[in-house]
């Protein structure tokens, strides 16, 4: 029997890994999920399988590769016959309880097709990706009716139709208010108190919940909307680093060069990529994102100081990580979505709170983890079934639990379509021709890019990505090896979720028992 009977999902949005402490070299200090680490074990190759939210996240949610799920950029919804955490959950009857972000778009098609009121038990949680909704805030724009955190805000006096806008991410400057989405106020504090913030909300919506539970077992995801954009961190945390060493601003030989990959150099022609272009911008804007990662980390150790006087860290697994990275101004971009480590390279830990994790505490761990293995490590931590023809993930318990000479994978995987993106257009690329895939060894990064030719990079000798040999000649047969196991990955996707294993395997060659005689002289 597994200790665990309680789950805590930490997710933060667009955190990268180089900036979490226990990582080293971190310019942030991040005492408290340096913590987690120090008790449970940190992935030192933690991979999402896409440098988008939406998709990412319906990677972690359902445990299958977006090439599977088919939610592949923010605005495609998740299929309605995709299973999640909260609908394997269901299935055993317990539920998964939502604090925060989700990025889930309901398939309206599929609801209006099969009859299923949107306002329904089933259709709130088919809209909810099957989270039991607590309080559910996308971020980066005002909350919907969805969240209580505008009326919440109202209610402390931000006197405002659009609080949101108005104080969060609202800032002053000599008595002038300004915005939060122009970059050049980003070192001014936001115009709500730190205790009324996005981060310190959702923290608290999480403890009450907690709380409330009593001695009953729960499943949480916490889900931050912060570090992502708008960059607005309130007082003191937006000044924790202002004048600060912000760490070094990568740049690489090919970068704007006609040698550059194709795809990489028409991202630079996005807003994010001309802005984050400037070295005085990345100087200006990383503090501020440098604060909002340290208030992330102080509520997260309030979490943790709740868990431990209530007695919860004995029975409770605790998965942090995040949705992706992104660049900073790293390579002369902005924002995320291409394959760099800086942007799918997360951080990843696991607090394993059974007997059988303590061999590992306090250790780092280099094989690699993917997020679609959320899922089936949560499942075996219940000592629930993993629906084996559905996940296509695997439980992490086997490592923190150090199961030993176990087979892993040898590779992670990632995706991108980029056919919402301007890059398109600047391409003259068709709607469906715009698909990228990665395959990340120990050795090297490939990456498929459709229609154009691939980016590959030797990370034994180039571990910072500076040079991309996707035409070096020299390396043909290294390319074409790759490309025959992305191949072989994407072959091997589980699509015939209709029915299960088993099912298969009690119907085939079963013709004869029903009286069927094919093809008999």
Not at 417 to 424: I, M, Q, T, V
Request: glycine share 10%; proline share 5%; net charge neutral.
């Amino acid at each position: 029997m597994s200790a665990v009977r309680n789950v805590l999902f930490v997710m933060c949005d667009q955190l990268r890994r180089d900036f979490v402490s226990c990582y080293g070299g971190s310019t942030v200090a991040t005492p408290s999920i340096d913590r987690i680490a120090a008790a449970g074990v940190r992935f030192d190759n933690a991979f999402v399988q896409s440098g988008v939210c939406g998709p990412s996240r319906m990677s972690y949610y359902t445990g299958r590769y977006v090439a599977s799920h088919g939610a592949t950029w923010n605005l495609v919804p998740l299929s309605a016959a995709e299973w999640t955490l909260g609908d394997h959950l269901r299935s055993a009857g317990r539920s998964a309880a939502l604090c925060g972000k989700t990025h889930v778009l309901p398939d309206n098609e599929a609801l209006a097709r099969f009859g299923i009121e949107i306002e329904s038990e089933r259709g709130a949680l088919l809209r909810q990706g099957g989270f039991v909704v607590v309080d559910r805030y996308d971020g980066h724009t005002p909350p919907g009716p969805e969240s209580g955190y505008a009326d919440w805000l109202r209610a402390r006096g931000y006197d405002s139709a659009d609080p949101w806008n108005d104080f969060v991410i609202a800032v002053e400057d000599g008595g002038r208010v300004a915005s939060g989405w122009s970059l050049r106020n980003v070192h001014l504090p936001s115009r709500v108190k730190e205790e009324h913030s996005e981060t310190a909300y959702m923290t608290d919506l999480a403890l009450d919940w907690i709380r409330a539970r009593g001695e009953a077992a729960w499943v949480l995801h916490l889900s931050y909307v912060k570090p992502h954009w708008p960059y607005v961190a309130p007082s003191p945390f937006h000044r924790r680093y202002r004048g600060k060493p912000i760490g070094e601003i990568l740049r690489g030989p090919q970068d704007g060069t006609a040698d550059e990959h194709p795809v990489v150099r028409a991202y630079r022609g996005h807003d994010e990529c001309l802005t984050f272009a400037r070295d005085d911008v990345v100087r200006h804007v990383r503090p501020a994102y440098m604060g909002l990662v340290a208030q992330v980390d102080y509520h997260i150790g309030r979490l943790l100081d709740a868990l431990v006087a209530q007695g919860r860290m004995d029975d409770t697994l605790i998965v942090f990580t995040s949705d992706h990275g992104e660049f900073l101004g790293d390579r002369g971009l902005g924002e995320k979505e291409l394959f760099y480590d800086e942007v799918v390279r997360v951080p990843f830990v696991i607090y394993d709170p059974d007997p059988r994790a303590d061999a590992t505490r306090g250790s780092a761990d280099a094989r690699f983890v993917e997020g679609i293995d959320v899922v089936p490590t949560v499942l075996d931590a219940l000592g629930l079934p993993a629906a084996r023809h559905r996940i296509e993930g695997h439980s992490l318990l086997r490592l923190t639990r150090g199961e030993a000479g176990i087979a892993w994978r040898d590779a992670a995987f990632c995706e991108l379509d980029y056919g919402f993106r301007r890059a398109r257009r600047t391409l003259g690329r068709g709607l469906r021709d715009c698909r990228a895939y990665m395959l990340r060894t120990a050795q090297w990064k490939y990456v498929h890019w459709q229609g154009f030719r691939p980016q590959l990079f030797d990370l034994a000798a180039d571990p910072r990505e500076r040079f991309d040999l996707g035409a070096d000649p020299r390396l043909a047969a290294e390319r074409r090896a790759l490309h025959e196991g992305l191949f072989d990955w994407l072959a091997s996707r589980k699509r015939r979720t209709t029915v299960d294993d088993a099912r298969v395997e009690d119907r085939t060659d079963m013709h004869r028992r029903h009286g069927v005689h094919i093809g008999i002289w």
